[in-house]
């Protein structure tokens, strides 16, 4: 009360100079309160660089693995388990503290706390979006590892932006150092339907696969590397020259070939990572494709699997039934009944995979016959592989690769009662076995029962070929036998058809159809009225769109119109 007194009285006051001494010390109030506030947001937001980090981005991966060094993720209280050793996630030791391989991998879910660490010199937090680690987006879908729909949040207390790439470009040189015994596969996950921001984040870590591990043709590997070796280290040459930084390989041949273990360990040997997309999933479509292969970075192999998907195949082309008026009918057979990918899709992704720098693209297919010449010109697919069932040296030379010499220097008698040296067997060994008969896939599985008994392997290569031959053709006739009842009821249904179509014009009950091709209504014109007493006009047309749930209508069909 006291205070207010003087207050008022010094305002009051018949001295005018104290009332100013009153106003002056409001302002110097009011303008050390203003003072203070900005320092404190100048403190807070001018001196640090704001950084964030993606889930589905490789960056992303670089800082987590970055962090899992770090001592402070060591000390998380939360834990994604993952079990799946084939997937790639950044467990952590929980005894010794370094990185471990064992039978599931513990993968903090840190930054529920900022987290603060020095890094040459300069002061770093590092943060997690806390919602996306409970609330994941997909929850239905099996991505195998932690939720998906983090982001990082880092924060450097400098005003030197260069400290940020610095820094960035150390996490990624520690993620490729560490990565250098293994070779890093991407594949799109079902998230690529929607081309959504996680579609490579199903990730797997295999190791490196030696080049001169493959059993292929002579001199195939050496060219192929040489290939892309020398694509790699010519930049410069295509920017001069103004054409793409781009190489398209096609490798084209039976299953079980050596495609695939072609690309991976090519990738290994050019330290690259494999961003890998398979057409015969049927969960492709354009759009998801186009999406999916936007986000595919630089300087990395852009791998599509079962490229003939995208087409028709022969069987589906010839199942088409006809139509009895000449009209054809989409929903009677589906193209490409294995992918949604259109041929125009694929050849705007592959050209569009030229605006990359530095993009390596294989294609694998089993049916090069039925690409389309615009898909494999040069430009698109600049060399082209061609993968054989085993010759006689690739048998040879894989008896040689699972019973190597060093190995077994003479057949151990102990274990293997015949001690011919491998090199004999090996030999023995391909000459039973039929030319180009056999992929190498197929013989590996055979090897693999006898791990440690060649000569038992050789002793019973016969039988196993004789065994399969009779599998095959048994094989071969019941798909004849098949091929004949699809044949038999195509024409059947053919037949009825034309039929029905005659009967109703011969009943005279003649259906005028018009087709008006702006808006494809059908409208019908009743002929005279029958002559014979009381049947009902049957009104004969073919619908445009079968009805629902007509065994015209496909699953896309269904698809489509509820689109
Ligand atoms: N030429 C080869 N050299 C070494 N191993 C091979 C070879 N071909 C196949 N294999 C082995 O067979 C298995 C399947 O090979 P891979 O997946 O590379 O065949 P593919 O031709 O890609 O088959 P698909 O066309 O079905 O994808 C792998 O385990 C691989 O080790």
Known sequence: MMGFSSLFAAIFSPRPFDSLKLVLLGILVESGRRFFYWLVERFKYRPSINAYFNQGDPAYEWI????????????????????????????????????????????????????????????????????????????????????????????????????????????????????????????????????????????????????????????????????????????????????????????????????????????????????????????????????????????????????????????????????????????????????????????????????????????????????????????????????????HAQSRAMFSRFFPESRFPNTDADKDPITPPVSELAKEFADSIPEKEFSIAELQGYLLGYKSTPAKAVANIRAWVQQECSNREAKKKREAEKAEKRKKAKEQATFDMHNRAGEAMAAGFGTVMQRSIGDQAIKSYPSPAPTSGSETPVLVSVPQTPEKGSPLMTSNDTDKRED
């Open 64 to 391: 987590v693995h970055f962090m899992t060094q770090e001592e402070a993720w060591k000390r998380s209280r939360d834990f994604n388990i993952s079990a799946k050793s084939s997937q790639r996630t950044w467990g952590i030791n929980m005894q010794s503290g370094s990185q471990v391989q064992g039978n599931a991998e513990y993968v903090p879910i840190y930054c529920t706390e900022p987290y603060l660490f020095r890094w040459k010199g300069y002061w770093f937090e590092i943060k997690k979006n806390r919602d996306s680690i409970s609330a994941p987006r997909y929850p239905a879908v099996d991505f195998g590892g932690p939720p998906l729909t983090g982001t990082i949040h880092l924060s450097i207390f400098t005003l030197k932006v260069s400290i940020l790439s610095d820094f960035v470009e150390e996490i990624r040189a520690r993620y490729v150092e560490s990565n250098k015994p293994r070779v890093v596969i991407r594949s799109g996950t079902e998230s690529t339907r929607f081309g959504g921001p996680n579609s490579w984040s199903n990730i797997k870590a295999k190791y490196r696969r030696p080049l001169d591990t493959l059993v292929l043709g002579e001199g195939v590997v050496e060219s192929l590397l040489a290939d892309a070796q020398e694509f790699m280290d010519t930049v410069n040459w295509y920017v001069e020259a103004g054409i793409p930084h781009r190489r398209g390989y096609l490798l084209h041949g039976p299953p079980g070939t050596g495609k695939t273990s072609t690309i991976h360990a090519l990738a290994g040997e050019l330290g690259l990572e494999v961003y890998t997309l398979s057409l015969a999933s049927g969960h492709m479509d354009d759009g998801g494709l186009q999406q999916a292969t936007s986000r595919v970075p630089p300087n990395t192999i852009l791998l599509i699997e079962d490229i003939d998907c995208a087409f028709p195949s022969r069987e589906e082309e010839e199942d088409d039934i006809p139509s009895p008026f000449g009209i054809s009918s989409p929903y009677m057979s589906p193209p490409g009944l294995g992918s949604r990918v259109t041929l125009s899709g694929l050849l705007n992704v592959i050209d569009g995979i030229g605006s990359e720098e530095g993009r390596i693209f294989f294609a694998t297919t089993n049916h090069v016959d039925r690409l389309d010449p615009a898909l494999i010109r040069p430009g698109r697919i600049d060399m082209k592989i061609e993968y054989t069932l085993a010759t």
